[in-house]
């Protein structure tokens, strides 16, 4: 899709929830977050369960926000970092909620929000969809990288993947029960999968960081828009390491985002506090952060527009081995304030 | 988006921060010198208990990796290795962990398919070349005493 989709009927964020382990709820976002479990356990005794029940929790949190049953939703797109998603299919599409397992590595959030969007706009039939993404770093360490009790040094631009999840509840904007004050979802432009070259599993936001770049570049550029018509221009996981690479990128490309840019994986997690390194990452990183810090902002009308961007690095282990460089992708979705009317 | 690829590489190697070598360094030193000073302690102690010097070394050997094993188990040594980097992988120690924690870590897929197929997956590489190199040691030994 080389054009920005924009959506005549918006389509509103009508309840949202997060929810996350012990590191992250020390950290500087600690007091937003609705439930938060210090063992990352969940009530459950193997890591991957731990996370099907992360995803269980965090979509029953936001179906309570709603005051809603799980039958209420039509239509759920959900994923995770674990193969099949089975954290998402095990966890909260268990419930026999039509389902679509999205696979797009940390960008699964903005993936979600822009295909849930879509899907909404084209068709009436559908009142109400969900988009729940978890990561789980226990669970993610296990399948990507080295066993948890294994000791070893991290190389500074590693990245932390958090334990954590975001539930989105969305609907058509005109629906009666979407409270006023929901942000909306009025654009959206999906990423293109760009090859960063960068061959080294330990600094994701330098693979990343191009997708972001790109994706930023054809919005401005195909919208007409430029950054001061956002208050906020949010990368999902880029890192300490990958926001400066970014701002660089761009800067090349002639666009200066005027201090508006925030990055979730560096908003997640206290540096100097916890084993991070260059910051947090995974799909629950972003969902998570947007569901706790920069929704409540909208809905309270503190911010009027943002630019959403997850990010992703599109990594196989295997593939990393073979020599493969890593492709980063970064869909996005303009999120507006629904206290000032939203659309433009 | 005007993207140079190798330009871009240059950048992200230029740029991305670097491991602080000489504190790990300093670190490796202390806690490394820290595990071989433990061992010569046990070493002089199981010889003043009367074992031969063979055994005490065998017996250092063992009591090292025990512990590793141990700290492993308890959830200690990641956080204890985060600091002391080489300090704790270069000895015996660091063998050890590597072996405890993929057996840790796969004791939810069960015994065989789980601690059994994985317990190597750290350990896999140094095991096998030192086998190799062992045999071709010898066998490098045994063409040698032919002709000697």
Redesign the interface.
Same mark, same amino acid.
């Given at each position: 899709m080389r054009t920005v989709i924009r959506f005549p009927v918006p389509v509103s964020i009508y309840a949202r929830a997060s929810a996350v382990g012990g590191t992250e709820s020390d950290g500087p976002l600690g007091a937003l977050f609705d439930f938060h479990d210090e063992t990352d356990r969940f009530g459950a005794d193997t890591w991957e369960q731990s996370e099907e029940s992360l995803s269980r929790t965090v979509l029953n949190l936001a179906l309570a926000r709603a005051g809603e049953s799980q039958d209420a939703i039509d239509l759920l797109f959900a994923g995770d970092l674990q193969n099949q998603c089975v954290a998402s299919s095990g966890g909260c599409a268990a419930a026999g909620i039509p389902y679509c397992g999205l696979y797009g590595a940390c960008s699964t959030s903005g993936e979600g929000l822009l295909l849930a969007s879509l899907a909404l706009s084209a068709s009436p039939a559908l009142s109400r969809a969900a988009v729940v993404t978890t990561s789980h770093n226990a669970a993610a360490e296990r399948q990507f990288r080295l066993p948890l009790e294994y000791g070893g040094q991290r190389s500074p631009t590693a990245q932390w993947t958090a334990t954590a999840g975001g539930a989105f509840l969305l609907c058509h904007a005109s629906e009666p029960f979407s409270p006023p004050s929901a942000p909306r979802i009025t654009a959206c432009l999906p990423g293109a999968a760009l090859d960063s070259g960068v061959t080294d599993g330990a600094n994701m936001g330098a693979a990343m960081a191009p997708a972001a770049a790109d994706t930023i570049l054809r919005y401005f550029s195909l919208s007409g828009e430029s950054p001061s018509d956002f208050d906020r221009i949010v990368t999902g996981d880029l890192g300490a390491e990958g926001s400066a690479l970014l701002l660089e990128l761009l800067r090349e490309n002639g666009l200066d985002l005027q201090g508006r840019h925030r990055d979730c994986g560096v908003l997640l997690f206290d540096p100097l506090k916890t084993d991070v390194h260059a910051g947090g990452s995974g799909c629950g990183c972003s969902a998570s952060v947007l569901a706790s810090l920069f929704l409540p902002a909208l809905e309270r009308g503190e911010l009027n527009r943002i630019l959403f961007l997850a990010t992703g690095a599109l990594m196989s282990p295997s593939c990393l081995l073979q020599g493969e460089s890593i492709r980063g992708i970064a869909p996005l979705v303009v999120l507006e304030s629904g206290k000032t009317g939203g659309e433009k | 988006?005007?993207?140079d690829?190798?330009r871009?590489?240059e950048?992200?190697k230029e740029?991305?921060?670097?491991?602080?070598v000489v504190k !790990?360094c300093f670190f490796a030193y202390l806690f490394g010198g820290g595990i071989c000073t433990l061992g010569q302690l046990l070493l002089s102690l199981y010889l003043f208990a009367g074992l031969s010097e063979r055994d005490a070394g065998t017996l250092v050997a063992v009591t090292l990796i025990f512990l590793s094993a141990l700290l492993?188990?308890i959830?200690v040594?990641?956080s204890?290795?985060?600091i002391?980097?080489a300090g704790?992988?270069v000895p015996v120690t660091?063998f050890a !962990?590597?072996v405890?924690?993929?057996a840790?870590?796969?004791k939810?897929e069960g015994l065989v398919m789980g601690v059994g197929a994985k317990i190597f997956?750290?350990a896999g590489p140094v095991l096998l070349y030192a086998v190799l190199s062992g045999a071709l040691y010898g066998v490098i030994h045994y063409v040698v005493a032919l002709f000697s």
């Open positions: - | 988006m005007n993207f690829r190798r871009y590489l950048r992200v740029r991305e921060s670097k491991s602080p !790990n492993t188990g959830g040594f990641d204890i290795a985060r002391a980097g704790t992988l660091g !962990n590597a405890v924690s993929p840790l870590d796969n939810s997956t750290v």
